[in-house]
């Protein structure tokens, strides 16, 4: 099961500790929850929200924890599980989370910049008052946050982006963006995994697979990886 979120242009960043209020739990059909926190998203709610699935996914009868933006969705087997039970053991757990959780991967980028690969890296450069090369180095420069996936399978919403590269998305979607695109949406940079319709301003391509059903971990990516962008070639 998926569960997709609205699409987010923000994500805040800063290592702020998170004011604890109690979660809202609500059920999702008669073998769900979605337990939700108190904005605003940062890195520090993100980390909790992860900590907390790490615990989720090794309770009695659940079949599935999804991370999102500020909230977690526990999938169950209403047969055997108690609902209310599950709801007391995600407000204990969200209480005690660690929100100073890092345990995710580091996972490097290869990306082509420019060219046909990265239409929009002028337009880019021209509305942000940068250079085409100035705005791959600010790019490949900052550490990134998977804070979790979503809009399409192994799509991963990335906190982290300097905010002189913030560009709105294209007034007219494409209707194909090419598999492995890497564009601004906003205040987001993000990378396609597949290939699809999309807003977002287009810098380079990365040759990676960002999604596989085959592997055994399909997404390459996952919430609390750090992601950094690296140059394997430009065209302007």
Known sequence: MTFFSKQVDAIDTPTQPVVLTQPTLLPLGDNALVCTFAPPATLATQARVWSVARLARAWPHVTEVVPGMNNLTLVFDPLLADADGLSALLTSAWLSADENDA?????????????????DLELVARHTGLTPE?????????????????????FAYLGGLDPSLATPR???????????????????????????????????????????????????????????????GVKT
């Not at 600010?138 to 804070?147: E, I, L, M, P, S």
């Not at 194909?176 to 597949?194: K, M, N, R």
């Open 103 to 119: 345990s995710g991967n580091i996972v490097e980028i290869p990306v082509h910049y420019g060219g046909a690969d990265g239409p």
């Open 134 to 154: 100035q705005v791959i180095a600010r790019h490949t420069a900052a550490d990134y946050v998977v804070f979790f996936l979503g809009f399409q399978p192994g």
């Open 170 to 232: 294209r007034a007219e979607p494409r209707l194909a963006v090419p598999i492995g695109s890497v564009g601004i949406g906003g205040e987001q940079t993000g990378i396609y995994p597949a290939e699809s319709p999309g807003g977002w301003q287009l810098l380079g391509r990365t040759p990676l697979k960002l999604f596989d059903p085959a592997r055994t971990a399909p997404s390459l990516l996952a919430p609390g990886d750090r992601v950094r962008f690296t140059v394997a």
